[in-house]
């Protein structure tokens, strides 16, 4: 039998409807995208695949991941018009059909911009309201919302993780999970830390000041 923590994973999340999985889930992801992005994107196409592709419009799936990147929460009752709030906001939000192999069958892909470098940005609605980001800008990652996290991009190069992890003990800092990827060795290198408390402006600052470090962005929970 699956643990239950709370008795939301018995009676799902408060929200707006009909599904948890097509349209408070979609709300989720939508928002956890745009909080690894860094900003509300002005531009956008997301890529549906397997069931959000039939959700699409039935289940107001579009509306929902819509909704996730202008920040609205899964009991907003905007989120029917986030369509029309995203085009008065000058945004470019369009959508397509994909076929991925080997993902769960609510999946989506962003693809986000808004005048800085475009973030890929995969994810999918895995039940009951709950998400899961498995890929960012090719990146395989474990990201569900539920912590505070931190994206740093660096070089690869010796120290990087020790200068990152060192600045976070001295702002005392507990790291709750932490994975390391690169592209290849030498080249662009990604962090993903999950603490348990949010870093405040200095712990960002001191961290953006690394010379190792090409960007950090903290993640917040949604």
Do not use: W
Not at 66 to 95: E, K, P, Q, S, T
Not at 185 to 197: C, E, N, S, Y
């Amino acid at each position: 039998m699956p643990k239950i923590n709370s008795i939301f994973d018995i009676i799902g999340p408060v929200m707006v409807g009909p599904s948890s999985s097509h349209t408070a889930g979609a709300v989720r992801l939508g928002a956890l995208a745009r909080n690894i992005y860094g900003q509300e994107p002005t531009d956008a196409t997301i890529g549906l695949h397997g069931s959000l592709q039939a959700t699409a419009d039935g289940h107001g799936t579009k509306l929902a991941l819509i909704a996730g990147l202008l920040g609205m929460g899964v009991d907003d009752v905007n989120i029917i018009r986030a369509a029309d709030i995203a085009r008065d906001r000058g945004h470019h939000y369009a959508f397509e059909d994909i076929e991925l192999l080997d993902v769960h069958p609510n999946t989506a892909r962003f693809c986000l911009g808004s005048g800085k470098d475009t973030r890929t940005i995969q994810g999918s609605s895995i039940g009951g309201g709950n998400i899961k980001v498995t890929h960012i800008d090719g990146y395989n990652v474990a990201i569900t919302g539920t912590l505070p996290a931190l994206l740093v991009f660096h070089k690869d190069r010796p120290g990087a993780v020790a200068a990152v992890t060192s600045v976070l003990s001295k702002q005392r800092i507990n790291i709750a999970n932490m994975q390391v990827a690169r592209e290849k060795r030498g080249h662009r290198a990604l962090m993903l830390i999950k603490t348990d408390v949010v870093p405040d402006d200095e712990t960002m600052q001191l961290l953006a000041d690394l010379k190792k470090i090409s960007t950090v962005t903290f993640i917040s929970p949604v």
